[in-house]
């Protein structure tokens, strides 16, 4: 039994030398990163190019709003312009309306011989 026991006393040095070698060796190997350099930069790219995208389209968005501001307001401005439009077209038709300009004709002393009176937008 010596024999055996001086076996592992003897293999026991040796055996720590080649665990704490593979620990050094295990170390080595944990220190490395979870990333490779060219995994950093594509995910950054691409993080970089979604975020330029969102900056795009918030900026888009807020183009066409106002865009779509600008349209209702003109649209506004037609339909007054347009109300306008017809009430100066009827008090077109009520201030040509021709025997209104004959009182005013005979207070202003004039005087229709013929009674054959036409309307100048009847004439072409």
Known sequence: MSAERLR???TLP???DQTSHQTEHHTEQAKKTLFTKGEKFLYTLGILVITCFAIYMVMFSTSV???NRDIQQLDN?????Q???VSLRAEVQELSNPTRIL???EKHGLDI?????KQANNTP
């Open 83 to 85: 109300s306008q439009n």
């Open 65 to 67: 709003n106002s865009l």
């Open 8 to 10: 592992q006393y003897q």
């Open 14 to 16: 040796h055996r720590k």
């Open 113 to 117: 011989k013929n009674s054959n009176v």
């Open 77 to 81: 401005n037609i339909e007054t312009i």
């Open 103 to 105: 009182t005013i004709a």
